[in-house]
């Protein structure tokens, strides 16, 4: 009797690293299942985080909003009150035209409210404003100086210079020679 004998041959495919090598098969494995994980992870907490911050930042946005022009509103009442406008001189020593006189007002704030501490001089036709303060704390010593002058032209009377102090502010009129002399 013959006996019909059948062979199976089975043929792997050499060209996979992989498939000799199990290990490195299942690190492989691992590594795509944790960044498949990760990647879910940070899309669903970003719909999260985006759907709680966008309702938070719209509300502070608006409260933003509201706190800087109630500071604006301030602070155009304090030039108001203040007489002083956009577009004119700022700052602790202004200078305006009124009538027959010029006027120059000193911000008496920036030296500590006395007016002993500003001086105010002549020389022919030049105005000179000096202030001077000293504040002292327990380590150090400040002392801040500030000098002005102002040139007029023959038609003002800086000898008849007049000084008055209203509220924190010295004012100093200067009047002005239209020429009517006889």
Known sequence: MEENK????????????CSDHPFLKGLLIALLIFAGA???????????????????????????DRAMQKDIRSMNNILKE???????????IRMERAGSN???????????NNENNVQVTTNGNIL?????TIRKSKHDEQITEFQ??????NNVKLENLE???????LII????????DD
């Not at 059948?6 to 690293?17: A, R, S």
């Not at 203040?82 to 602790?92: A, D, F, H, I, Y």
Request: proline share 2%.
């Open 128 to 132: 000179t404003i000096n202030g001077r």
């Open 148 to 153: 002005q002058n102002y040139m007029f032209g």
């Open 6 to 17: 059948t062979e199976t041959i089975v043929h792997t495919n050499n060209d996979c690293y």
């Open 102 to 112: 010029y006027l120059v007002t000193i911000d008496l704030r920036a030296f500590d």
């Open 82 to 92: 203040n007489k002083v406008l956009p577009g004119k001189q700022v700052g602790v």
């Open 173 to 180: 009129s200067i009047p002005i020679d239209n020429g009517d």
């Open 38 to 64: 990760f990647c879910a992870f940070y899309v669903v907490t970003d719909w999260h985080m985006k759907s709680i911050l966008s309702k938070q930042f719209a509300q502070d946005t608006r409260e933003l």
């Open 163 to 169: 000084k008055e102090t209203k509220g924190n502010y």
